[in-house]
């Protein structure tokens, strides 16, 4: 079945609902039948579809429906020639629809640094173009099609699609109801585009101000309150059709170290995790969470091994699996990922997930070696096709959940109907206003005044835009507040100001009324301290905003107001900017603790401050 999707037209090919229910003949036919119905536990109709969809298949069919494989390009079949050969360099293979073809992969990835995300309408027509190569192989299957949309600091799909606040926002409004409007609107604009699993909502406890690849993708330091917005949005997700992904099992919110470039050691009690790591993962298994990912760490009270969690069957099979019950899908975290790579070989690693209790094994750095290396180990005994069989049938079966042997693909009418909508995007600015935590307001330096502030100039950093459609920061500020009346400029000052460049901020302020300045992971060391002081220096009201982590204000005591945006996507920055200019009051209350800078183990904002106006 040829894809037939352009990026130039916008044509989305739509392989025909017989010729979807032809995939497998009567055992397709009767699961298609059964899938609507299937929504906890296991529908014994749709059971036995999917156990004689098994019987069917090839020892290498089934290798390949355990794997989650990124591929490079806009199209399934004609993606750009950088592309192709960074597809050829990486897979062996040129295209989306060759992978298919070599591996039979069941799940696909999409990266927009890998170029699958441009716009809607081209992602509609890449997910069609892959369900059509899938559904043109012998006993064909649909695939299931994944991403990270977490909103927020971590987002594959950006703007015209809503962007929405990330975890610790939605935190610091505290608003379930938000949470489960987050999820219920990402969810339908991914089924829109063709997207059925999300890697989304993370479920770490953020306990620790240091941790370099969670903290604002948490929810916040309460494992109450952090397991509360977790099953609201995961309703919220599963309700619109998309799978959600609770991660990263078994706790990721306590380590100073990034699991992609080191192996993070979690010393946490067994009566600690439970107290604080598992409750949101026990919350997600109540709320019926259709995958749980895993996390690349050592937890020693739980498996003293010296495995990450990934690997380790006392903690999949033994603790997920057994003691907290979960019979869903569990996906590894990424397997290129250095902290699963640093005990044993990539030809080790997929073998040794499956055997620990994983079934999706998620973007290995050579799909070839991990495909084979699964294959090899069944065809030498070390893998029963039993233990297969297993994983296999979870996918079959949120594959069914999911509806994709109903009707696998997308059309032009629903992404227009769905994605970016008015509707949608007021939502988020709605959300994104009840975020807004206001930290300090000394003298009330805010709201500010359009009579007496009205020249505003706008500096600080300018990091990428998370999803590589919003920004800059600086710019967005200062636009925002324009359109609210103020005289705004921008200058872009970075994360490391020289001397140079604090100097012609300074300057630049001697002509203005009042100054915003976007901060970024401040650190004692951070010459953005020197921006900030030099500027308060100059008498004109200084308003810093952080963009990224609220623990920013404790490295800058002479700021007399501060805001905490916990990212710096449009929709959290044009809600910060309607707080500073009074239109909105702020909500937000503090998700985490801000310790203070001299003294780590003191508290200098507690969980729920909050000011207001």
């Given amino acids: 079945m040829p894809d037939t999707s352009t990026a130039s037209t916008g044509n989305t090919a739509r392989p025909s609902r017989r010729t979807v229910l032809a995939v497998a003949a009567g055992a397709t036919a009767s699961l298609t039948a059964a899938a609507p119905g299937y929504a906890a536990g296991h529908d014994d109709r749709t059971d036995r579809s999917v156990r004689a969809l098994l019987s069917r298949m090839t020892l290498e069919e089934k290798v ?107 935190g610091a409004g505290g608003s379930r109801a938000d949470a489960r409007t987050l999820g219920r609107i990402s969810g339908a604009e991914l089924r829109a585009i063709g997207i059925r699993q999300d890697y989304s909502p993370v479920a770490d406890v953020n306990v620790n101000p240091a941790n370099p690849v969670i903290g604002v993708r948490s929810f916040g330091a309460d494992p109450d309150a952090v397991a509360g917005l977790v099953t609201a949005e995961v309703q919220g997700y599963q309700r619109a059709g998309v799978a959600a992904t609770a991660k990263h099992f078994p706790g990721h919110g306590d380590t100073a170290v990034d699991s992609h470039f080191g192996f993070p050691v979690i010393t946490h009690s067994r009566e600690l995790w439970e107290r604080l790591d598992a409750v949101p993962f026990r919350a997600a298994i109540r709320a019926g969470i259709d995958s749980i990912m895993t996390a690349h760490i050592m937890v020693p009270a739980l498996d003293d091994s ?11 099979t033994g603790i997920l699996r057994g003691e907290l019950g979960y019979d869903g899908v569990v996906v590894t975290d990424a397997l290129g990922m250095e902290g699963v790579r640093t005990k044993y070989g990539d030809d080790r690693v997929p073998v040794l997930a499956l055997k620990a209790g994983a079934d999706q094994l998620l973007d290995p750095p050579s799909l070839d070696v991990a495909w084979h290396a699964v294959l090899n180990a069944v065809r030498g005994g070390e893998l029963t096709e039993a233990r297969l069989d297993e994983s296999v049938l979870r996918v079959l079966r949120l594959k069914a959940k999911l509806g994709l042997f109903e009707d696998p693909c997308v059309d032009r009418a629903g992404v227009d109907r769905t994605v970016g909508t008015a509707r949608h995007l007021a939502e988020a600015d709605r959300i994104a206003e009840r975020t807004t935590t206001l930290l300090v307001n000394e003298g009330r330096v805010l709201p500010l005044s359009r009579r007496r502030h009205n020249r505003v100039l706008v500096v600080g950093a300018d990091p990428a835009s998370p999803s590589g459609t919003t920004g800059p920061p600086t710019g967005v500020l200062a636009h925002a507040l324009t359109e609210l009346g103020f005289t705004a400029t921008a200058l872009s000052t970075g994360t490391a100001p020289s001397a140079a460049v604090i100097d012609r901020a300074v300057t630049a302020a001697a002509d203005v009324d009042a100054v915003v300045v976007g901060t970024y992971n401040v650190t004692a060391a951070s010459s953005q301290r020197a921006l900030v002081e030099q500027l308060a220096a100059t008498g004109r009201p200084v308003v810093v905003v952080s963009v990224r982590n609220p623990y920013d204000i404790a490295q800058l005591p002479s700021v007399r107001a501060c805001l905490a945006t916990y990212s710096w996507t449009d929709v959290e920055l044009r809600a910060a900017a309607r707080v500073m200019a009074g239109r909105v009051a702020p ?19 507690p969980t729920g401050h909050g000011l207001t106006y």
């Avoid at 640094?113 to 059509?132: E, F, K, V």
């Avoid at 809503?162 to 610790?168: K, N, R, S």
């Avoid at 010296?306 to 999949?316: E, K, Q, V």
């Fill in 306 to 316: 010296g495995d990450p969690a990934t690997l380790s069957h006392p903690i999949l």
């Fill in 587 to 605: 909500r937000g209350r503090l998700p985490v603790p801000v310790p203070r800078a001299d003294d780590p183990a003191q508290v200098l904002y």
């Fill in 64 to 170: 390949g429906q355990l794997f989650v494989a990124r591929v490079y390009g806009h199209s399934a079949t004609a993606p750009d020639q950088a592309d192709i050969d960074a597809n050829l360099a990486e897979i062996g293979v040129r295209t989306a629809a060759e992978l298919i073809a070599k591996y039979r992969v069941g799940g696909i990835i999409y990266f927009a640094w890998a170029h699958n995300t441009r716009d809607p309408h081209q992602i509609a027509d890449l997910s069609n173009g892959i369900q059509a190569a899938s559904l043109a192989q012998p006993r064909g299957l649909p695939v299931l099609i994944s991403t990270d949309q977490e909103h927020g600091i971590v987002c594959r799909v950006g703007a015209p699609a809503t962007l929405l606040p990330g975890a610790m926002a939605v």
